[in-house]
């Protein structure tokens, strides 16, 4: 359900942004079972004339100029005894300064010629890179701290992918076990941790959801359309990209399109938790509270046993102004991982903003226990002098 931002936001996750379920126990699911196909979820005639996605295959490409340049790198005489991998690290070195989260996604030239982009954009021009060499590649999602960001009405999370670039072959020796490989990502690996392998599929799918995600946010909703398409012509049960067809739809007032997608998104059983969310407000602004509080119920007895999807979860909450919602998915992460300092930082946060100075400060103080680097104690220790003060 996303709105203007007058009225009540609806959460979709951008691409570059996914959110992952380990799981290790049982969950709750919300039990739906859906009559249509993947081709069923599309509504072309209101979206003509069709508007042709960007071309995968291109979004890889350098021009001459930048081959050459890069190649030219490779011939270096203080290259001559590195690995090919140890070159590409070193290369996007110098043109890392301008990538984060919160960059579009470009194609491997644009990232170049701009030195800029998002995490996506990173691994499209690690590969392109690597097609120059006998260098391999593969992708992987990780789990970062959640950032959040408003933009036209609509409230985006982001998702984390970091390449792996590895030697298919040293010295005429290959080395298919345990091959010698390097992680490129511009966010720390001490503050992140990897979840799984992404497919190509998958990959490629996000390319085109996180496209679809910057047109949505501008008001260009064709190209949104097209775009989630093809996302899902590719990986049809997509979770990310079924969310977000489901939000601009409901967007644009096509709402038997938007519970069409929502049922079949939530009807595959897995990544459940942002539809849930999703669809719980949809029900809400329909006026359906009896669905609305049984959607509610799954939400609050959901038993995903990873912390960092209900801290995202809790985030937003706040960022809706939900407070006391907030603290139930806090506390959720703090029963999971009581050793994490961000459960009692939101707490925190959420309490102060129902006026609860004294569960505040708790919380803070605990946040600042849990802490453990300085730039994060330090944070910490601001915000509970800020809270102190203000409580008196």
């Known amino acids: 359900m996303v709105r203007p931002i007058k009225r009540n936001l609806l959460v979709f996750f951008l691409a570059v942004t996914c959110l992952l379920m380990v799981a290790c126990s049982s969950v709750r699911t919300y039990q739906v079972t859906s009559e249509h196909s993947t081709a069923d979820l599309f509504n072309d005639a209101v979206m003509m004339p069709v508007i042709e996605p960007a071309n995968f295959d291109a979004a890889f490409s350098l021009n001459e100029v930048q081959k050459k340049a890069f190649k030219k790198e490779l011939r270096k005489p203080t290259n001559r005894n590195q690995l090919d991998i140890q070159i590409i690290y070193q290369y996007l070195q110098k043109h890392l300064q301008h990538f984060n989260f919160h960059s579009n996604t470009l194609t491997a030239q644009q990232a170049l010629d701009e030195k800029a982009g998002n995490c996506l954009t990173l691994a499209l021009l690690t590969n392109a890179l690597a097609q120059t060499t006998h260098v391999g590649v593969y992708y992987e999602l990780a789990k970062t701290p959640p950032v959040f960001q408003r933009e036209n009405g609509y409230l985006l999370s982001s998702q984390h992918i970091q390449t792996v670039i590895y030697e298919k072959k040293v010295g005429g020796i290959f080395y298919s076990s345990k091959p010698l490989k390097l992680k490129i990502d511009y966010y720390s690996t001490d503050g992140s941790r990897t979840l799984r392998r992404v497919s190509e599929e998958e990959f490629q799918a996000m390319y085109y959801s996180n496209v679809a995600a910057e047109s949505l946010i501008v008001d260009q909703h064709r190209t949104a359309y097209w775009h989630l398409k093809e996302a899902l012509q590719i990986d049809p049960d ?83 102004g939900q407070y006391q919602q907030a603290i139930n998915y806090f506390k959720k992460a703090q029963r999971q991982a009581p050793y994490l300092h961000e459960p009692s930082a939101g707490l925190a946060k959420a309490y102060f903003n129902l006026g609860n100075q004294k569960q505040a400060l708790k919380a803070m103080n605990k946040a600042l226990q849990n802490s453990h680097t300085q730039s994060v104690t330090t944070l910490y220790q601001a915000k509970y002098n800020y809270l102190k003060s203000h409580g008196q």
């Open 238 to 320: 997509n979770p990310i990209a079924l969310n977000m067809l489901a939000v601009l739809y409901r967007h644009l007032g096509y709402d038997d399109y938007a519970e069409k997608v929502f049922i079949h998104g939530l009807s595959l059983a897995k990544n459940q938790l942002e539809l849930l969310s999703n669809y719980h407000r949809f029900l809400l602004e329909k006026g359906r509270l009896s669905e609305a509080r049984r959607v509610a119920e799954v939400i609050d007895d959901y038993d995903d046993p990873d912390p960092f999807k209900w801290i995202d979860v809790a985030d937003q909450a706040l960022q809706a």
